[in-house]
C-alpha cells in the first residue's frame, strides 16, 4: 500500500489505541496546586497525549465545552524561537528550537499523531461542546476526512476561513492568505452564541429600510448581522502589542470570537497545542475556565508570563528534578518581617551558550559576569499545604538578590525555580 493514503487504517489504529490508552493506567505527573483549589485551570508541561490521558483519569471525561487546537501544520518546517538577551552593545540574539514539524514518514505518520489524539478530545468534551482544528491548505482536506470519522459527518458545522494579508507573495500561483478553522460538535445540542458583524451598505449609503437599524461610521453606512464563516483579520504584526515572540501566535481577535461564540461564562476551554498561550489568555479575560497543554516549556513559561499569577492554577508536568544543564545554589535568611534571598554560583553549560549565539565570545564572557542575563524564569514559591507563588520575575528584570518584604509567617519552606533561555529547569527547596 506504500504510497497509497490508507485512511481506513489510520482511523482504525488510532481509535483502538486511544481505547487501548483510555483502558491502561492513567498517565501519572506530578499535579503542583498553586494557591486555593477554588478553580481548576491548568497547565500541562509534556505531549499532549500524557495530559489527555491525565484529564481523563481524573474526572474530567466530558467536562470541557470547548477544545481549540493549533497543531503543527505539517509544514516541513523546524520552528525556531528568536530570544535577544542583554543591552545595547552587549544585545545577543539566539535561534532556538522551538518545535519541530518534520515528518519522516510523511502525512500519514502526522495524521496517525493527530487521529488518536482527536479521539481522547472528543471523550474529553461534553455533550454540548465544540472542536476547533486549525489548519491550512496542505492539510485541511485530509483532517476533514479524519474528523468525519472521530465525530461524525452530521457533527460538522463550519469551516471558517480565517483571511489575512501578512505572508509572502505567490509569483506561480495566487498568494496564500488564508487558514482553515474545522468546526464540529459533540452532539446536536451544542452551545453556540451567534456573533454580530457588520455588513456595510452596498454605496455605504443608507438604505432607510423599514424596521431595519442601520448605523455610520468613518467608513460608511451599515447593518448589524449573524456573523458569516469567512473572516479578515490581521495576524499578529512584528510591531503589535500583542506580540510575545512565539513564531505561530494567532490573534487574540480570532480566539475571542471563538470563545465567545462556543463557550459560556464558567465553561471550560482547552487549547493541547497551546503554544504562546493566546486561548488561555482569552479564555481567562473571559471568565472561563482553562486548560493548555504544551510539550515546550517556552511556552508554558511565555503563557504564565501573559497571563500573571493565577490563582488556583494546576502545573503538571514530568520534572525530574536535577536532571539539568543548569545549577544555582540559593541563601535565605529571615530579617524581622523580610525575607533576604540570594542566588550564587549560577552555572550554566558554557558549550550551549557559544553554540547558538550571535556572537559566541559576548556570550561566554555575559555568563561569567552577568549569568541572570541568561534567566528566562524565576519563581520564588511559599510551600504550605499548596504552593504558592510569592513573586515570579521574567528575563531582563531578574536580580540574583533581593529583599522581600512582609514575607509571611507561615511558610517554614520555600522553593525557587529557575529556567533559563535554553529550557534547562533547576529547582532548590529551603527551610525559612
Ligand atoms: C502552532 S503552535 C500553537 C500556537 C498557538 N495557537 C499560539 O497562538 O501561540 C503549536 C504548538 O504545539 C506544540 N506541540 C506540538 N506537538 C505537541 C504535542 N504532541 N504535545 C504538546 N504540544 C505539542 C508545539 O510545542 C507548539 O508550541
Redesign the pocket.
Known amino acids: 500500500m506504500s504510497g497509497i493514503l490508507d485512511f481506513k487504517s489510520i482511523i482504525e489504529d488510532s481509535r483502538s489505541l486511544a481505547r487501548d490508552l483510555m483502558d491502561g493506567k492513567a498517565a501519572e505527573m506530578t499535579v503542583e496546586h498553586h494557591g486555593e483549589d477554588v478553580l481548576d485551570n491548568r497547565l500541562y508541561l509534556?505531549?499532549?497525549?500524557d495530559a489527555m490521558l491525565h484529564l481523563l483519569g481524573d474526572g474530567m471525561k466530558g467536562k470541557i465545552d470547548l477544545v481549540y487546537i493549533?497543531?503543527?501544520?505539517f509544514s516541513g518546517a523546524d520552528y525556531k524561537r528568536r530570544i535577544t538577551v542583554g543591552r545595547g552593545e552587549e544585545r545577543l540574539v539566539f535561534y532556538n528550537h522551538?518545535?519541530g514539524d518534520i515528518w519522516e514518514e510523511g502525512i500519514s505518520e502526522y495524521l496517525r499523531?493527530i487521529s488518536v489524539r482527536l479521539f481522547l478530545m472528543r471523550d474529553l468534551l461534553s455533550d454540548r461542546g465544540t472542536i476547533y482544528v486549525h489548519v491550512d491548505g496542505r492539510t485541511s482536506h485530509y483532517l476533514r476526512l479524519i474528523l468525519d470519522q472521530v465525530f461524525g459527518k452530521e457533527r460538522f458545522l463550519n469551516e471558517i476561513i480565517w483571511s489575512y494579508k501578512s505572508g509572502g507573495a505567490g509569483r506561480r500561483s495566487f498568494s496564500k492568505k488564508h487558514d482553515n478553522i474545522l468546526v464540529y460538535t459533540k452532539t446536536k445540542d451544542y452551545i453556540f452564541n451567534p456573533q454580530r458583524e457588520k455588513s456595510y451598505n452596498r454605496g455605504m449609503k443608507p438604505y432607510r429600510f423599514k424596521n431595519v437599524a442601520e448605523y455610520q461610521d468613518d467608513i460608511g453606512w451599515y447593518t448589524m448581522v449573524n456573523m458569516k464563516d469567512v473572516w479578515t483579520l490581521d495576524m499578529v504584526g512584528r510591531t503589535s502589542s500583542e506580540r510575545v515572540g512565539?513564531e505561530?501566535?494567532?490573534p487574540e481577535s480570532l480566539l475571542e470570537r471563538i470563545v465567545r461564540a462556543s463557550s459560556d461564562e464558567g465553561s471550560i476551554v482547552a487549547?493541547?497545542?497551546?503554544?504562546?498561550?493566546?486561548?488561555i489568555k482569552v479564555a481567562r479575560d473571559l471568565v472561563r475556565g482553562w486548560i493548555g497543554?504544551?510539550?515546550?516549556i517556552h511556552?508554558i513559561v511565555t503563557c504564565k508570563r501573559r497571563i500573571g499569577p493565577s490563582e488556583g492554577l494546576r502545573l503538571c508536568h514530568r520534572l525530574v528534578p536535577g536532571d539539568s544543564r543548569l545549577d544555582f545554589k540559593a541563601r535565605a535568611s529571615r530579617k524581622g518581617e523580610a525575607l533576604e534571598l540570594s542566588i550564587e554560583n549560577m552555572r550554566l553549560d558554557s558549550e550551549a551558550i557559544g553554540k547558538d549565539a550571535s556572537d559566541p565570545d559576548l556570550a561566554i564572557r555575559l555568563l561569567k559576569e552577568r549569568p541572570q542575563t541568561y534567566i528566562d524564569y524565576l519563581g520564588l514559591y511559599g510551600i504550605k499545604d499548596n504552593i504558592e507563588t510569592i513573586g515570579e520575575w521574567y528575563g531582563q528584570d531578574v536580580e540574583l538578590g533581593f529583599l522581600i518584604e512582609d514575607f509571611p509567617r507561615k511558610y517554614d519552606r520555600i522553593m525557587i525555580r529557575m529556567i533559563d533561555i535554553f529550557g534547562n529547569i533547576a529547582e532548590r527547596e529551603l527551610e525559612v
Open positions: 509534556g505531549d499532549n497525549l493549533d497543531p503543527p501544520f522551538a518545535y499523531m512565539y505561530t501566535q494567532k487549547d493541547f497545542f497551546m503554544g504562546s498561550g493566546t486561548t497543554a504544551d510539550s515546550s511556552s
